[in-house]
């Protein structure tokens, strides 16, 4: 264990004056703060040993501190220790909620000093290194929390301790009654879409004002509600809904918070024109961004949609995937300016001056220009909000701002012809940015986050063969067979299972670099772990993959379930360094564990029978009841708890048993039938008789299922049945009669 030296007894010196004992962990965060001055802890008793030993205040942060005069003050006052809040979201939780609730707001970098016994003492955000404007500087607070621990110990500790027992009490949230009330959902979910219209931008799309955060969530809930209201034959309104989200997407797609030339999707947009980008790239919002362009194609059949979740499948599958499949976390927004300027810019990787262009593209500049928003002097000029700092003067973020049928009618050329000059320049631009410094890869696997991307990628291997025959795939879209989306998804699974999964205790780790994490799943590991499998069964993946999602569930309700409240616990609640425990409900940038696993529930309850179709239902109700008030006064904050609390609430959802034998084109085509179009409220079931362990299965679990598929086999012909409130269509044998019987209107029981 590497030491940093300092002038305390109790730490040892070391051979590098700035090596501390982060260079021995596996986050990337924070091997990047392992030479540091500061004498960096890990989470963990040591740190928290140390403190009570020295009797000093710790210091818990997720900033960096290079100065050697700040760095000799922590290592003389404190015990420093630095988390990666994606590593220990837990410990993350805890303290964030201390500050939002002591201060009415909270954000990163985060930091807030402890007693030794881990209660907060107090903490803040962002502290400028020098006093400035009235504010204190970093070295002043320090001062000042020394001083106070020195003088009144005693006080400063009886009111941490206060401060955890009444978040805790306040956090401790159970239901009432066993459900919600009947007309809430319909209520809920109304009200979250005309909150959600009420702030929507008509001129460039998207819900709220800049800075503009691509939260898929709400175009979830819009599409969803657009379905329901079709159901209730309101075609006017829901039109509107959609079209809100068409808008929005388009708007994402052409813009610079799009990398058009890798493929993917930046964070957020600094701006209300979504141009200028937060260049980090994320993975929980690539899986989630994918499905809401997926559902688009499903809704509209148009290629356009499509090829932006290829376009996003594509890149993670060229950049973002390891060895064994696993999916990697994140891209930073900062690299090298160049081989030669060490120094990190944001954005530096992405933006282009006008010469670069012209160089590289020779004769197709000026129509790549055009069609980009390339200009001499820089085009971050599309908004006051777009390049305050001017950071980027004549630098270019890429933009589609015309139309690309009118360009190419004004350049005598097909638009088949425009779109392969514009693929052809992009692939010479790609060429070049990757001789560029690249940005830091956060090669770590987080279990939840890869169940988002599993999820989008097996819905993509049977959505997708819905394309127009003729589809035009233009770089950086490969145009491969979707199935191969499929494959991607079962990898990543696999490397879950075989690297994070405990078989004989049913338990998940949290992440995984160069071996797994020491922090344990959390409820989102669980919970988008299992819509991620659940999705990659009913879109052609193997029935074990199902048989481990009914498995993770029932070590989800273990560990997390509050049996008599309702709802679940962010965490396990064995980690006594972990001072709450928090029932979550907030959809966010990811959704909340309580909403994923609300719908989890739903879809399990529709593939059982009897006590455990049950039981599951009774699980959700009950998760919703908690979550009551919420859904009554602050529906927006919770989009799609809202989807599931209709879901919930519906009394039938429909089935598609389809019955065939594996692998096959005929059931293939038959399950792209299925999922052709757009049906939240729908699960598909896919069955082969002369599968010994499948009909065990399904014998065991719902015994009408298998002897549905046993009467009903038709040797090597693949077909189909739909169910619905306890009756069953007339079999069909055909993709394109599938397809018409799942295109009738639903009868809308909300």
Known sequence: MAHNTTTTASTSHSLDKHCNR????????????????????????????????????????????????????????????????????DVDKVYMTYVQALYGGGGWPLSVFLSPDLKPLMGGTYFPPNDNY???????????????????????????????EQLSKSLTISASLSKVPDDLPQDALRKCANQLAKSYDVTHGGFGSAPKFPRPVEPHLMFYHAKKLEENGKLGTAKECKDMVFLTLKGMAK?????????????????????????EKMLYDQGQIANVYLDAFAITKNPFYSCVARDIFDYLRRDMIGPEGEIFSAEDADSA?????????????????????????????????????????????????SDPHHEFAGKNVLIERVDSTAMASKLSMSIEEYFNILGECRRKLFDAQSKRPRPHLDDKVIVSWNGLAISSLARASKILMNEPENTQFNFPVVGCNPREYLEVAEKAASFIKRQLYDEKTHRLRHSFRNGPSKAPGFLDDYAFLISGLLDLYEFGGGIDWL???????????????????????????????????????????????????????????????????????????????????????MAVAVPLMCCAADMVALPSRKQVVLVGHKPSSELDSMLAAAHASYDPNKTVIHIDVNNKDEIEFWETNNSNIAKMAKSNYAGGMAVALVCQHFTCSPVVNDPDALQALLSRKSTSHA
């Open 547 to 633: 048989r481990w999602a009914i498995e993770l569930q029932e070590a989800q309700d273990e560990l997390f379930l509050d049996r008599e409240g309702g709802g679940y616990y962010n965490t396990p609640g064995e980690d006594p360094s972990v001072l709450l425990r928090i029932k979550e409900d907030h959809d966010g940038a990811e959704p909340s564990g309580n909403s994923v696993s609300a719908i989890n529930l739903v879809r399990l309850a529709s593939i059982m029978v009897e006590d455990k179709s049950d039981n599951y239902k009774r699980t959700a109700e009950h998760l919703l009841a908690v979550f009551e008030s919420r859904l009554k006064e």
């Open 22 to 89: 982060l260079a021995a962990e596996h986050s990337p965060y924070l091997l990047q703060h392992a030479h540091n001055p500061v004498d960096w802890y890990p989470w963990g008793e040591e740190a928290f040993e140390l403190a009570r030993k020295r009797d000093v205040p710790i210091f818990l942060s997720i900033e960096s501190f290079e100065s050697d005069e700040v760095a000799k003050l922590l290592n003389d006052w404190f015990v420093s220790i630095k988390v990666d809040r994606e590593e220990r979201p």
């Open 134 to 164: 009235g504010r204190p500087g970093f070295k002043t607070v320090l001062r000042k929390v020394k001083e106070a621990w020195d003088s009144k110990k005693d006080t400063l500790i009886k009111s941490g301790a206060y401060a955890i």
């Open 337 to 385: 300016e160049s081989e030669t300027i060490t120094r990190k810019s944001e954005g530096a990787f992405y933006v282009w001056t006008d010469k670069e262009i012209d160089s590289i593209l020779g004769e197709h500049a000026t129509l790549f220009k055009d069609n980009y928003y390339v200009k001499p002097l820089g085009n971050c000029d599309l908004s006051t909000m």
């Open 255 to 279: 813009g610079g918070i799009h990398d058009h030339l890798g493929g993917g999707f930046h964070r957020y947009s600094v701006d209300e024109c979504w141009h200028v980008p937060h260049f």
